[in-house]
Each structure stands twice: as C-alpha cells, then as structure tokens.
C-alpha cells in the first residue's frame, strides 16, 4: 500500500503547548500535503511540500520533509482549542491529483 | 467565489434503492475526484473524472458504483441497490487544470445511511 500512515492516532494537550504528528509512506513521492477536518466536515488545505523541500512554514505550522525516510512531521505551535480536528497527511501517485490519504491524527486541545 | 458544492447534506436510503450524490466544482475547476471515509478512517481514493471524461476509476467497486462528469452540470456518483456498507461519507474535490501536484478544495460531503 502507498498509502500514508499517521501517528499517533489521537493527541490530547493543553492550549499553548506544540503538537506534532507524524506521517510515513512507502513510495516516491512528487510531494506531501496536510489537511485538517473538522467533525463532520470536509478537508481544509494547510501545507503543501514538495519533494524537493526539507521544510515549509505557514503560520504556527511547520512541516518537515525526509525523502531518505520516506516521513513527515507536522508541528502546530501554541496551539488552540480552535485548532481541535483531526489531521491527515496525504501523498500524490499517478497521474493528476490522485491523493492517498492516511487515516489521521486526532488532536484535542484542552483549554 | 463558492466552494466546491456538494449535495445532499444528508442521503438516507433503504435497501436496494437508488443514491445519487452531486457535486459541482468550485468555478474554473475542471478535474474532479470523489474519496469514501468510513468512521474515523482516512479518505479512500474512487475516481477521479475531468469534463466528460473517466480518468482513472481504479478505486471504484466494480459493481453498482457509477461516476459522471458531463460537459454541463453536475459530477454525479450513483450507487444502485444500495446496501448497508454503502452508508459513509462520501466527498467529493476538485482542483484546477494544472496537472500534477496542486492542492485539492473539497465540499462538505454527503453522508450516507442505508437502513
């Protein structure tokens, strides 16, 4: 399977604190996406790297890149009550945007 | 500029009935991709259509599952006879025509019960 696998499966901290996912696959990659989902709600873009890149900042989001260890981390910094859904990495194969998702982290900020 | 548009919200169906889901792309989008997620899973690839076109279809049952992106209108996923296991949610996503590699807007999805 190519598909990505994040860990852990659930993460609970308090507002204020870091929290990092993770993410591993099996294939090359043209490059890693993350998205966020709200209960019962679709997915939310939030960074893109591409295989060529090491690391990639948008806002109190960081994430890494290791090729040569097919994984990814996503840090969210000072994190929010707001910032409670569940995570997903996703990887490209095939033609167009034929993402293959993994099956997320869900983060619980307690405020 | 509305989102991709995906409808209905909900679909409640019995046994061997019909379900048709729609889902318009955002604007200017002409690539179209509908993904499965059972309860706390991740989304599982189905197919993934541009204007008229099946491009690949590769995670799409073989049976009772049909896809459709016609030239005007809505991309419409049909599922006959349905069955319990068919009850999920079902999202569709579109991007622009830029070929590999961009990211994906997805709609509120559609979620399904089978009674």
């Given at each position: 399977?190519?598909?990505g696998e994040e860990d852990p499966q659930a993460l609970s901290i308090q507002e204020g604190e870091n929290a990092t996912m993770n993410c591993s696959y099996k294939t090359?990659?043209?490059?890693?996406q993350w998205y966020r989902q709200n209960s019962g709600r679709g997915l939310v873009h939030l960074i893109l790297i591409r295989s060529n890149e090491r690391e990639k900042h948008s806002g109190r989001l960081r994430v890494t890149l290791d090729t040569s260890k097919k994984s990814s981390s996503l840090l969210i910094t000072a994190s929010r009550a707001a910032d409670t859904a569940s995570y997903f990495c996703a990887t490209d194969y095939g033609y167009g945007n034929k993402l293959v998702f993994g099956a997320g982290t869900i983060l619980r900020v307690k405020s | 500029n509305a989102g991709v548009m995906q409808n209905?919200?909900?679909l409640v169906r019995r046994r061997g009935q019909e379900a048709r889901l729609r889902c318009s792309p955002m604007k200017g989008h002409s690539h179209v991709y509908w993904y499965r997620q059972l309860p706390e899973e991740g989304l599982k690839f189905m197919v993934?259509?541009?204007?008229?076109?099946?491009?690949?279809?590769?995670?799409?049952?073989?049976?009772?599952?049909?896809?459709?992106f016609p030239k005007e209108g809505p991309s419409i996923l049909r599922i006959q006879q349905v069955v319990r296991g068919d009850s999920a949610a079902y999202f569709c996503a579109s991007s622009e025509d830029?070929?590999?590699g961009e990211k994906l807007f997805f709609g509120s999805g559609t979620q399904l019960s089978v009674l």
């Open positions: 399977s190519q598909q090359s990659i043209n490059n890693l | 209905p919200r909900h993934y259509l541009q204007k008229e076109n099946i491009i690949d279809e590769s995670g799409m049952p073989k049976e009772r599952f049909s896809a459709e830029r070929g590999r």
